[in-house]
């Protein structure tokens, strides 16, 4: 049986940031990824922004991350050369309905430490995005864009800088408790076994099932999966807007909002709906609900523009009719067992938090 200090499940931007600060912290790391290449389920279909921080309950571990994870992320961009670009964004309120939601956002963003939002009147949102009808709206110059894959391939060079090692195709689909640490049943071409001190579950969508495939994690502390998929419309053309556009939410999700790549081009959404399991079909028949919430506050949007773009996944802890819950980061104070991080429900805003998080995990660990 191979021996191993560390390893970390699932090669996304949250395993690769943990797999990246437990190597610089001197640990012997192995990431092993089911798939034949790093990044490829959540953490590449997404919108690419990074958030600011303003609408998690306060307190909240996504509330706490997405604020210093994203001073962490603009710094580490700035440093390993990572295209993004602070770009900021316009929240608006399309009619005197959506005005107290509005307020409440900017409240919120207070109680968070998001300390740079300005309130705009109707006139400042037509100066500063001319194609927006809104009554009112707030800047938040903080929020920016980022290429995902470039941040996930920095993270992957300083973790095998440190000496860790990137395993592909290689699933791990079982394991049990062990006194010496816990021993994982490693899938693909060459199955092994793979004696672990450490073990970091963040298989994003499969952590759930991971988790219960590895007998000595008492069950209650495993949580249900669920997936809401969002689609998203890119616009043929030049971007009508200068920085992205969030409506107020009209349910408990972002709205159908704008988002401008670093490329200049801008797409739409995600938009939401429940599905029964990890299934990134594109449904065509969302295109009437994408025009007419979008012409809510863009008007000027003309037929036959919206081209369907690609669809992502969110790993939700509660189904339909429940309120989104917060990341859930279990470690041996939750499940009592020794060397273990199980990582759930890691959503929005999980790009942005995932340095942050990466911290988290370490101190657990530690
Ligand atoms: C529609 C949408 C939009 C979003 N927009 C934003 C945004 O703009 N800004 C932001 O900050 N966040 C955003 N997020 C959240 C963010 O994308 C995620 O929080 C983040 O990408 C999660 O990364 P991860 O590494 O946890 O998961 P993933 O990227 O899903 O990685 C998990 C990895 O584990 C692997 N794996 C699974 N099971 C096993 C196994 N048994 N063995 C080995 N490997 C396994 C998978 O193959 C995968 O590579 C968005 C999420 C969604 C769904």
Redesign the pocket.
């Known amino acids: 049986m191979e021996k191993i200090d560390c390893a970390v499940?699932?090669?996304?931007?949250?395993?690769l940031a943990i797999a990246r600060e437990l190597a610089l912290a001197g640990r012997e790391v192995i990431i092993?990824?089911?798939?034949n290449a790093?990044?490829?389920?959540?953490?590449a279909?997404?919108?690419?922004?990074i958030?600011a921080g303003i609408y998690y309950p306060t307190g909240s571990l996504k509330a706490r991350f997405c604020v210093a994870g994203r001073k962490l992320l603009y710094t580490y961009c700035a440093e390993r050369g990572i295209n993004h670009k602070r770009i900021g964004k316009v929240v608006v309120a399309c009619d005197e309905q959506q005005l107290d939601g509005l307020h409440k956002y900017k409240k919120q963003a207070e109680l968070n430490g998001v300390d740079d939002l300005r309130l705009l009147t109707k006139e400042e949102v037509n100066t500063l995005e001319p194609e927006v009808i809104a009554v009112a709206g707030f800047l938040s110059p903080s929020t920016g864009i980022i290429d995902s894959h470039g941040l996930m391939l920095a993270y992957l060079g300083d973790a095998e800088n440190a000496g860790a090692t990137l395993v592909l195709n290689?699933?791990?689909l079982s394991g049990r408790i062990s006194d010496d640490g816990i021993v994982l049943d490693v899938g693909g071409a060459e199955p092994m076994q793979l004696a672990c001190r450490t073990v970091i579950n963040?298989?994003?969508?499969?952590a759930p099932a991971?988790a219960r495939s590895i007998a000595g994690i008492p069950a209650e502390t495993i949580p249900q999966s669920y997936y809401a998929i969002?689609h998203y419309y890119t616009l043929t053309g030049k971007a009508p807007f200068n920085r992205l556009v969030y409506p107020v939410a009209r349910q408990d999700w972002l709205g159908v909002h704008v988002t401008i790549d670093l490329g200049g081009r801008c797409k739409f959404g995600?938009d939401f709906s429940w599905r029964d399991s990890l299934d990134y079909k594109f449904d065509e028949s969302r295109e009437p609900l994408f025009y007419e919430a979008i012409r809510r506050y863009f008007p000027g949007l003309k037929d036959g523009t919206l081209q369907p773009g690609y669809t992502?996944?969110?790993p939700r802890l509660t189904g339909q009719g429940k309120e989104a819950v917060d990341f859930m980061i279990h470690g041996p104070r939750d499940h009592g067992v020794p060397n273990l991080v199980n990582?759930y429900g890691?959503?929005?805003?999980?790009?942005?938090?995932s340095m942050a998080i990466a911290g988290y995990v370490r101190e657990l660990v530690d």
């Not at 790093?38 to 953490?43: L, N, Q, V």
């Not at 279909?45 to 922004?49: A, I, M, Q, T, Y």
């Not at 963040?202 to 499969?206: P, Q």
């Open positions: 499940i699932g090669a996304g931007a949250v395993g092993l990824e089911a798939e790093f990044g490829t389920h959540t953490s279909r997404n919108s690419e922004v958030h290689s699933p791990a963040a298989a994003g969508h499969g991971l969002g995600p992502g996944m969110r990582l890691i959503e929005s805003p999980g790009l942005t938090s």
